[in-house]
């Protein structure tokens, strides 16, 4: 037990940094913004760039960790970040601001493919599971911490950005001191078709995240506050949406090593499709409170069961190429997520959120009950 705890414990730290600097990062860069006038659009830009960062990284991070080992790439995504984070100080132009956030999204997918990587690594059959919801509470309450930032920026523009670079430099150093010259396991590698195909219920929970979290995080604020509430009942709520997304990845965790990842997938499915259907009906922020931490609850879920399930059916040597797909697929949600759900409230209505919301539950949900899923994907649920 002691030893497990002191293989991840790097990986606790890194995910740790990573979701403090992400939640950080987004909204204190959303306000600096909004105060020189910079156009909403042009906001937009510079979080999308981010994640486009984490898209392009995530093609080369795999290789990065088979050539100089995991704890190396953890390490140097840390670092990197740290840069350009702490760079966001130094000078605020919008063309030099887009370069750094694709950098700070490179050396995110460098941060979450590494972690990834080692946990599942470190984890056995009985407890991957809670090991991984242990990693997506740190994640997620790490991301509640976030905005904190927002506290200090009276203070100064370069106070926030500073901790949020040390906050990454401190674990990029320790790693790094602390590195293993034990390189990757070789082994046989697999045609991206066949990777694919194996790990296509993965991926594809992965790519709902990415799209879920990035609605609801830019998106439950602007539909809260066109609904009538107050701008700190829109706080409140938002942080019933964070307190779901943040406890409950360890019980889901606990619960798939009971009764195994793809079961617990469709019972997450299945508890938050109603919660999203019935949002849009209810005006009283307790009960919108309540549903609101649901929804959080559902789609916190997610992200480690999405890791659990890659890592039932890959070998160790496969572990760090289907990783960085999922890290893609993380990253293309994250695309996606606040530019689709944006339009059809634009066009259609606030509610047009949740609508969308429950309508990606739905569609996984009859996939998985039709059995429409591919035959490796199929062979793959049965035997989680």
Not at 51 to 75: E, N, P
């Amino acid at each position: 037990m002691l030893n497990q705890f002191r293989s991840v414990m790097p990986v606790f730290m890194g995910i740790g940094a990573a979701g403090f600097t992400l939640g950080l990062v987004l909204p204190v860069t959303t306000v600096f913004l909004e105060e020189l006038s910079v156009s909403a659009p042009l906001i937009g830009l510079t979080a999308t760039m981010m994640f486009m960062g984490t898209m392009t990284g995530s093609l080369f991070v795999g290789r990065a960790i088979r050539d100089y080992g995991v704890k190396a790439v953890l390490g140097a995504g840390l670092f990197l970040t740290a840069l350009s984070v702490g760079a966001l100080s130094l000078w605020y132009y919008i063309p030099y601001w887009l370069l750094l956030r694709f950098i700070m999204g490179a050396g995110l997918a460098a941060i979450f493919t590494a972690s990834e990587t080692m946990i599942n690594r470190s984890s056995t059959v009985k407890n991957r599971g809670r090991t991984l919801g242990l990693y997506g509470m740190a994640f997620s309450l790490s991301l509640m911490l976030g905005p904190l930032g927002l506290i200090v920026l009276k203070f100064g523009a370069w106070l926030p950005f500073i901790a949020g670079a040390l906050v990454c430099l401190i674990p990029a150093l320790f790693i790094l001191r602390s590195l293993s010259p034990i390189l990757e396991p070789p082994g046989a590698e697999r045609k991206g078709t066949v990777l694919i195909r194996r790990i296509f219920l993965s991926l594809s929970t992965m790519l709902m995240t990415g799209f879920m979290e990035g609605a609801l995080l830019v998106l439950i604020p602007l539909y809260t506050l066109r609904q009538g509430f107050s701008t700190g009942e829109t706080g409140v709520l938002l942080f019933c949406f964070l307190l779901g997304h943040g406890c409950m990845p360890l019980v889901t965790g606990i619960s798939s090593d009971r009764w195994g990842f793809s079961r617990t997938l469709f019972a997450v499915l299945a508890a938050g499709t109603p919660a999203f259907i019935l949002v849009p009906f209810v005006p009283q922020i307790f009960l919108l409170g309540l549903l609101l931490m649901v929804c959080g609850a559902s789609v916190g879920s997610l992200y480690p069961l999405s890791i659990g399930l890659l890592a039932n059916v890959l070998t160790n040597p496969e572990l760090p190429r289907g990783n960085a797909m999922t890290t893609f697929c993380y990253g293309l949600g994250s695309v996606l997520g606040p530019i689709v759900p944006a339009l059809a409230m634009h066009f259609t209505g606030v509610s047009a959120l949740f609508i969308i919301g429950a309508v990606v539950y739905v569609i996984f949900l009859v996939v998985w009950l039709c059995g429409s899923i591919p035959a490796g994907a199929r062979i793959y649920a049965r035997r989680c």
